[in-house]
């Protein structure tokens, strides 16, 4: 009801770390370690959040549903940071002890098996593993219809409806975005909530409501500002800055911006800072080849192959307007190939239009 960082909350859960340690019952302080795992990341203290999930892992020995629990969280914060590789193998683990084990109960108010499933598929989609993505959301989604738990159904129609928008997906983005929102008034659960809120904002404005859709962005925003829940603000403000960019809102774009790369590199809030610098070199022409570079850098150096191929795509395009279309082939076949040739999405749709325009 009140989201994921109340004060109150953490007073709880730090009392429950401290009674569980004079007491030597390590269970228990794992347990609280998670719980305040959960709490500092959704805060944005993903340095804080990291020191707990390692302590958890340093204590959790052969339990496997503990394991479970902290391979996710290590893969949350790996992910976040822009470790993909790393947080894939996490979640791989989590994933495997899970369907081995059948560990599915509700750890504070979610499933981790969904949790890890749903979260996980963004960090695959951002690795160009759309497919993978697209797998790992629907198992998700069984799982969820499975269990028949509210939050936890929410939780996974949240994070869907961010696979969609990642994808493009304006139809089934806006569809999830609107389950969220409806189920989570429903059932009064937070935060999931103005997910649904923002990520609907984006798909308004991209449909040709942008007034609508920045407002409607603006107050998911600020509703988890009020919950003082920072986590993937980059990203809220990097679809803010899309949509004021449609409505021709140059400044206000490049604001967003700013705070978008503040708020990533104090708190270490990285993936999807390739998509920032990609974004600023749209607002700001005059230097928009050194953005698209930076983007791309950025992208590979993370293994961020559906960034990349954003990045490539518009430093390609830029390059062929400013007569230097020789020099784009070389930048954006690679990465293009990366893809499975079957496989269609927005993006590579972009991207085969102008490699078909190119020498």
Not at 1 to 18: D, I, Q, V, W, Y
Not at 59 to 86: I, R, W
Not at 207 to 226: E, H, P, T, Y
Not at 248 to 263: I, K, M, T
């Amino acid at each position: 009801m009140k989201g994921f960082t109340p004060l109150e909350l953490e007073s709880t859960l730090n009392r429950a770390l401290e009674l569980s340690r004079a007491l030597g019952d390590n269970s228990a302080v794992i347990r609280s370690l998670w719980g305040l795992f959960a709490l500092h990341v959704v805060r944005g203290n993903v340095g804080l959040a990291r020191r707990q999930a390692e302590q958890a892992m340093n204590l959790t020995g052969e339990d496997t549903g503990l394991l479970t629990d902290v391979h996710q969280a290590l893969g949350g914060v790996d992910l976040t940071e822009g470790k993909l590789a790393a947080a894939a193998e996490h979640f791989a683990v989590t994933n495997r002890l899970y369907s081995q084990h059948r560990h599915r109960r509700v750890l504070f108010g979610s499933d981790v098996g969904v949790f890890s499933l749903a979260w996980g598929a963004h960090g695959q989609w951002l690795q160009g593993h759309i497919e993978e993505a697209r797998r790992q959301v629907m198992q998700a989604d069984t799982i969820a219809a499975e269990l028949g738990h509210p939050f936890t159904q929410m939780q996974a129609a949240a994070y869907r409806s961010i696979s969609y928008q990642f994808e493009g997906d304006l139809d089934a983005s806006w569809a999830n975005a609107e389950d969220t929102v409806a189920g989570c008034k429903r059932h009064n659960i937070a935060y999931y909530h103005e997910w649904g809120v923002i990520v609907g904002g984006w798909v308004m404005g991209q449909r040709g409501d942008v007034s609508g859709g920045i407002a409607r962005i603006k107050s998911g925003l600020d509703a988890l500002q009020r919950q003082d829940a920072a986590l993937r603000l980059p990203y809220y403000l990097a679809l803010l800055a899309e949509s004021q960019l449609l409505a021709g809102q140059e400044g206000a774009a490049r604001a967003a911006l700013d705070g978008a790369q503040a708020v990533a590199h104090q708190n270490s809030d990285l993936w999807y800072l390739p998509e920032l610098y990609r974004l600023r070199g749209l607002v700001d022409p005059s230097h928009a080849e050194a953005h698209f570079r930076r983007a791309l850098t950025l992208a590979q150096e993370q293994g961020a192959l559906s960034l990349a191929l954003r990045a490539t795509t518009s430093l390609a395009a830029l390059l062929q307007a400013n007569d230097r279309a020789h020099e784009a082939p070389a930048l954006l076949l690679p990465v293009h190939n990366a893809f499975p040739a079957r496989l269609v999405t927005p993006d590579l749709i972009r991207a085969r239009a102008l490699l078909q325009t190119l020498p």
